[in-house]
């Protein structure tokens, strides 16, 4: 059977009369557009029109005097077509560095010296800095790029190909030593305990005990859950509030589910309902900011703990590695790595420790010598 190709031109019959008109979906500065016309030709006049209105907008700007800001608003609005994770990654990015540092500075006088100033100042002002202003290059390029496409102010790029890789270099080793955030065995019973009785104490169990990350933590729906053969599968994870799949065919997985989890889930009066565990009124997911802003961070502060929600299942890997009683590669595919090796460099520093603990426990074990002997 042949491809069906989409029809475009119509005709429609009303009082006895005869219609006809052409209909097709355009994209225009990143908008889609549904255009209709009585034919073909005047279609194409429609969408030449409307193209010019949109460079008109850039046009209109005068090149002399556009801002960094002004090209950041005509950007995003280009973005349009992209998929909704990179334009939040480009408004954030724009909003939290590029714009206090650059955004009232014309394009026009944007220099290489100017910008390697921004890049140091927001390395010095900001915790992880480095990291910081390697996505601030990422979109800058990217923004500066697109002016140069669009033919507005600038002819090349102002931003040095190599500034970002000296930067690197010169800052690496400088950067302020951030304390790993290690969740001991008695804080992570005095969170369990401190979140009993609590809508949120699903959240808890399912990322201290199960390793889930929040995001799928938050999507985890009842129908996810078998309690015949004891095993949650995870399928979907939350962002702003709405389910998504998980990104990768190994963050599809099933982990097994904890008895006392089970118990709590039985005891929940809406265990056996469609929509997720924890949820609005309607079985919808709740938002991430709500999570941390309502509950996490005030149990945070209360129990004096410096942790993100990501720390509770680096406890659950932690755990198994720690006690030598799990392999790594199931530990693994718990976790939902894309493969052990990727457990291994995140975890390397527990599994030394293990490793170390382990040194001499087969000949301890078969010769126990008497130490004070």
């Known amino acids: 059977m042949g491809i069906q190709r989409k029809i475009h031109s119509n005709r429609i019959t009303s009082n006895g009369k005869s219609y006809s008109y052409y209909r097709k979906s355009i994209t225009i500065g990143g908008k889609r557009r549904d255009v209709r016309a009585k034919t073909k030709t005047e279609w194409d006049q429609k969408v ?4 010019k209105i949109f ?6 700007l005068d090149h002399k005097k556009v801002t960094v800001g002004q090209l950041g608003q005509f ?13 939040e990654e480009r408004e954030y990015v724009l909003r939290a560095y590029i714009f206090p540092e650059l955004a009232d500075r014309k394009l026009v006088s944007l220099t290489d010296d100017l910008i390697e100033a921004s890049y140091r100042r927001v390395i010095r002002n900001h915790d992880n800095g480095l990291k910081k202003c390697e996505r601030m290059n990422k979109i800058l390029r990217r923004l500066l790029n697109w002016a140069v496409r669009k033919k507005i102010a600038i002819n090349i790029s102002p931003l040095p190909t190599e500034l970002m890789k000296e930067l690197r270099a010169e800052f690496k080793n400088s950067q302020p030593h951030v304390e790993e955030r290690v969740l001991s065995n008695r804080d992570a019973l005095l969170i369990l305990h401190n979140s009993r009785e609590t809508d949120e104490e699903i959240i808890i169990h399912l990322q201290i005990l199960h390793g ?10 009842h129908e996810d859950i078998d309690l ?3 095993e949650i ?12 799949p998980v990104k990768t065919e190994r963050s599809r997985r099933s982990v097994p589910l904890q008895k006392i989890t089970k118990m709590l889930l039985l005891q929940q009066r809406r265990s056996f309902q469609n929509g997720c565990v924890y949820s609005t009124h ?11 802003y309502r509950f996490f961070k005030p149990l ?4 004096n703990l410096n942790l993100r929600t990501h720390d509770l299942r680096r406890f659950f890997a932690s755990w198994h590695l720690s006690e030598g009683k799990t392999d790594i590669a199931t530990v693994s595919q718990w976790l939902g790595h894309s493969s052990p090796s990727v457990t291994l460099d995140c975890y390397v520093k527990v599994i030394s420790e293990a490793r170390s603990k382990s040194a001499a426990a087969i000949g301890d074990a078969l010769y126990p010598i008497d130490e004070a002997a």
């Open 48 to 51: 030449t029109q409307l193209k």
């Open 55 to 60: 460079e008109a907008g850039l046009e209109s």
């Open 75 to 87: 950007f995003i609005e280009d973005s349009a077509h992209l998929r909704k994770k990179t334009i």
């Open 212 to 221: 889930l990350r929040i995001g799928e933590a938050l999507a985890l729906r």
């Open 228 to 230: 015949i053969n004891n």
């Open 233 to 244: 599968h995870v399928k979907y994870q939350s962002r702003d509030g709405d389910l998504t």
């Open 282 to 292: 309607d079985g919808l997911p709740i938002r991430y900011s709500n999570y941390t």
């Open 300 to 303: 945070m502060k209360r129990l």
